[in-house]
């Protein structure tokens, strides 16, 4: 195992943290305090995105900045990280989103957590939320390796374009999916609120989009594969 893997773990897990933290609250802060119009979808959008931005700015020369399964996956089929710290990652990631799920349960109750949990809206068949969820997080993984990967890219930039992207995945499909593009985001909420409906989809639609992103930078736009990959 890389030394300094805990150090690593636990950037991970703030970061997913913060994700579901603000996350969740952008959705039901409004309703929890008497004014649910106070949420719409760009506040909702620009939440999820600014928080990823800030998380990787500050944490992502630690751990590079995944804080979602399906990145780090991207990053262990195309070899870019051992399947263990992996593994690890995935951990981190997972008990973060938990932990915050958790503790907006025991101060606000179920409700606002069940609501924002992702799910399907009616008349989105599963089929269709993998599909959606795919492309939305292909979307992702491709700015993340073409920005935080890619040593081409300008250093600066890659904080604020992959919060960016997260909030245009989040205008487009939110409504539909609950664009969760991280199984983390759906499985925290979906732990402590015990809403798993449709949970699959929030698992294989961000691995695959993740996936086929990942081998289309890693094998076909980028000029040479990266030892070492800037966070």
């Not at 979602?68 to 990652?89: D, E």
């Not at 919060?163 to 909420?189: C, E, Q, S």
């Not at 289309?216 to 594969?225: A, D, F, N, S, Y």
Request: proline letters at 6%; glycine letters at 14%.
């Amino acid at each position: 195992m890389p030394r300094g893997w805990m150090t690593r773990a636990f950037a991970e897990a703030i970061g997913a943290f913060a994700l579901i933290f603000v996350g969740v609250l952008s959705i039901s802060g409004g309703g929890i305090a008497g004014s649910p119009e106070a949420a719409s979808l760009t506040s909702v959008a620009l939440a999820h995105g600014f928080t990823i931005a800030v998380m990787v700015a500050a944490l992502g020369a630690i751990s590079g900045g995944h804080f979602n399964p399906a990145v780090t996956f991207g990053f262990v089929i195309t070899g870019r990280m051992g399947a263990r710290l992996g593994l690890v990652y995935w951990a981190a990631q997972l008990s973060g989103a938990t932990v915050a799920a958790l503790l907006l349960t025991g101060m606000f109750g179920l409700p606002p957590v069940e609501a924002g949990t992702p799910d399907l809206a009616g008349g989105i068949s599963s089929g269709t939320g993998i599909v959606i969820e795919a492309v939305a997080t292909f979307f992702l993984v491709l700015v993340i390796f073409g920005t935080a990967v890619d040593q081409r890219a300008p250093v600066a930039v890659f904080p604020l374009a992959i919060g960016l992207t997260i909030a245009l995945d989040i205008m487009a499909i939110g409504p539909l999916t609950g664009a969760a593009m991280n199984p983390a985001r759906a499985f925290g909420p979906a732990l402590a609120s015990g809403h798993w409906s449709h949970h699959l989809v929030y698992w294989a639609g961000p691995l695959a989009g993740a996936a086929a992103a990942a081998f289309v930078q890693h094998g076909l736009l980028m000029e040479r594969p990266a030892a070492a990959t800037r966070p």
